[in-house]
């Protein structure tokens, strides 16, 4: 029998606005040490996703390696102290701006294996798992490295 995304997710997921400005946005995924999180409405629908990399292509005009670790709260603050007129501008920038929308979900009893898979063919690095239309949890190749290593994600 196979291990069901119910039983590896993440439960307490992070859930962000769509009209939150990108600088609390990137608060919350420091504050959270997350990497993204699902996009709701107000009625809290999900309606899209938001990554640190879909920030820093809004932000960065050329490719940087994104396995290095970049405090973007850090960039931003030294933009407006610098006075740098293009990022400070961007700073009133919406999640909805900049997220992915009509994620990629998949339902509490999606097997492990369909879960990679899926991760692979699409080049994702996180699924939003839902029932009736509810978030649920969410799984990232870190919650499928914990199972392969038999040990227990901490919430």
Known sequence: MSIL???????????V?????????IEILNENKISGAPVVDKSGKL???????????TFLD??????????LKGIMEFARDKSVGTIVSETEVEVKDIMT?????????????????IMIDNRIHRIIIVK??????IVSPLNLLYYVAGRIKDE
Do not use: C, R, W
């Not at 995304?5 to 992070?14: C, D, G, H, P, Q």
């Not at 769509?18 to 600088?23: F, N």
């Not at 938001?50 to 920030?55: C, F, G, L, P, Q």
């Open 5 to 15: 995304a119910k039983e590896i997710m993440t439960k307490n997921v992070i859930t």
């Open 17 to 25: 606005q769509e009209d939150m400005k990108v600088l609390s946005l």
């Open 47 to 57: 309606i899209g996703i938001v990554t640190k990399s879909d920030i820093l292509g």
């Open 62 to 71: 050329f490719d940087i390696d994104l396995n290095l670790k970049i405090d």
């Open 101 to 117: 929308p009509n994620p990629i979900t998949a339902e509490e009893d999606t097997s492990i294996e369909k879960l990679a898979e």
């Open 132 to 137: 009736d239309e509810s978030i649920t949890g």
